[in-house]
């Protein structure tokens, strides 16, 4: 491939798209608002571009990876954002886990502008993205994902879920079973710590029983080393979780699981916890005594 992508967002996950996308033989035009970001992206062999607009005007579909709804809006409806510098055809994908009603205000924003826009989440973390293993729930029009899924299927296995924001919808869903998981695991290997088992033999020993998941060898490593080093912080976490508490309230869905990992994410944050990663959870369990013999 010889395609450019506008890439705007060079965190964690941005770089971690920018080296696979350049593995894979696409050009990457990249921006994000810390100077430092951008330089890491050039080093691993991205352009620069001054302002979201230009990235766009380099490229014929722009990613949008960032952390929070208000970064979206702002790259999208800001002065020098994508809305303001119309490129008739071309498809903006949104991979941040934003909000559903801004979502569609967005894409109604893009559309009066020429422009396409899908919703596109994305799950698996910067390992993934690296070796192009992401799932990707994308919400919008089949045409639109038609335009873009060269450029996503570098990245993972884009799936369409219907309209616009159902992509986030999605999000939600999954992170609804992996992040109430999370702490699940947390629990098990104190568990384990408290009765003298060696939890690193965990996942292998339970992998193909019915506790056997992607989630085990991933996790249970981290929470056993406290190698808490972040490839998704906390404070992350704790924004997708209030999201889905957000939205949840909104149909008056009981969510009880889901709920008790919030209170759990906030106490690890209020902690001083949300620059660590996600697995850091595991601290707010206390290790039980073992007992003298």
Same mark, same amino acid.
């Given at each position: 491939?010889?395609?450019?992508?506008?890439?705007?967002?060079?965190?964690?996950?941005?770089?971690?798209?920018?080296?696979?996308?350049?593995? @894979?033989?696409?050009?990457?035009?990249?921006?994000?608002?810390?100077?430092?970001?951008?330089?890491? !992206?050039?080093?691993?062999?991205?352009?620069?571009?001054? @302002?979201?607009?230009?990235?766009?005007? #380099?490229?014929?579909?722009?990613?949008?990876?960032?952390?929070?709804?208000?970064?979206? #809006?702002?790259?999208?409806?800001?002065?020098?954002?994508?809305?303001?510098?119309?490129? +008739?055809?071309?498809?903006?994908?949104?991979?941040?886990?934003?909000?559903?009603?801004?979502?569609?205000?967005?894409?109604?924003?893009? !559309?009066?502008?020429?422009?396409?826009?899908?919703?596109? $989440?994305?799950?698996?973390? +910067? +390992?993934?993205?690296?070796?192009?293993?992401?799932?990707?729930?994308?919400?919008?029009?089949?045409?639109?994902?038609?335009?873009?899924? +060269?450029?996503?299927?570098?990245?993972?296995?884009?799936?369409?879920?219907?309209?616009?924001?159902?992509?986030?919808?999605?999000?939600?869903?999954?992170?609804?079973?992996?992040?109430?998981?999370?702490?699940?695991?947390?629990?098990?290997?104190?568990?384990?710590?408290?009765?003298?088992?060696?939890?690193?033999?965990? $996942?292998?020993?339970?992998?193909?029983?019915?506790?056997?998941?992607?989630?085990?060898?991933?996790?249970? $490593?981290?929470?056993?080393?406290?190698?808490?080093?972040?490839?998704?912080?906390?404070?992350?976490?704790?924004?997708?979780?209030?999201?889905?508490?957000?939205?949840?309230?909104?149909?008056?869905?009981?969510?009880?699981?889901?709920?008790?990992?919030?209170?759990?994410?906030?106490?690890?944050?209020?902690?001083?916890?949300?620059?660590?990663?996600?697995?850091?959870?595991?601290?707010?369990?206390?290790? !039980?005594?073992?007992?003298?013999?």
């Amino acid at each position: 491939m010889t395609e450019r992508v506008a890439l705007i967002g060079l965190g964690l996950m941005g770089q971690a798209m920018t080296r696979r996308l350049i593995a @894979s033989g696409l050009r990457v035009v990249g921006f994000d608002v810390r100077r430092e970001a951008v330089e890491v !992206a050039m080093a691993a062999g991205a352009t620069a571009a001054a @302002s979201p607009a230009t990235a766009l005007s #380099e490229a014929d579909v722009a990613l949008i990876c960032v952390t929070d709804t208000a970064a979206v #809006e702002a790259v999208c409806l800001a002065p020098d954002g994508l809305v303001h510098a119309p490129h +008739p055809g071309k498809v903006v994908v949104d991979l941040s886990t934003t909000d559903m009603a801004a979502t569609r205000h967005i894409g109604a924003a893009l !559309a009066m502008a020429g422009l396409g826009f899908l919703d596109a $989440p994305v799950s698996g973390g +910067p +390992p993934a993205a690296e070796a192009g293993q992401l799932a990707i729930m994308v919400g919008g029009d089949a045409a639109h994902l038609a335009t873009a899924a +060269p450029i996503l299927s570098a990245l993972g296995k884009a799936t369409l879920m219907g309209g616009l924001g159902a992509g986030q919808a999605t999000k939600l869903i999954n992170q609804t079973l992996v992040l109430s998981t999370y702490c699940v695991i947390a629990e098990a290997v104190r568990l384990a710590q408290a009765y003298g088992v060696d939890a690193k033999q965990i $996942p292998g020993a339970l992998a193909t029983g019915h506790a056997g998941s992607n989630l085990l060898p991933v996790l249970v $490593p981290r929470m056993v080393d406290e190698d808490f080093a972040p490839r998704g912080f906390a404070r992350q976490v704790l924004k997708d979780l209030e999201m889905l508490s957000a939205a949840a309230k909104t149909k008056h869905l009981a969510m009880p699981m889901a709920s008790q990992a919030l209170t759990l994410y906030r106490l690890l944050v209020a902690g001083g916890g949300g620059e660590r990663d996600g697995s850091a959870i595991v601290t707010v369990y206390p290790r !039980a005594t073992m007992p003298q013999t």
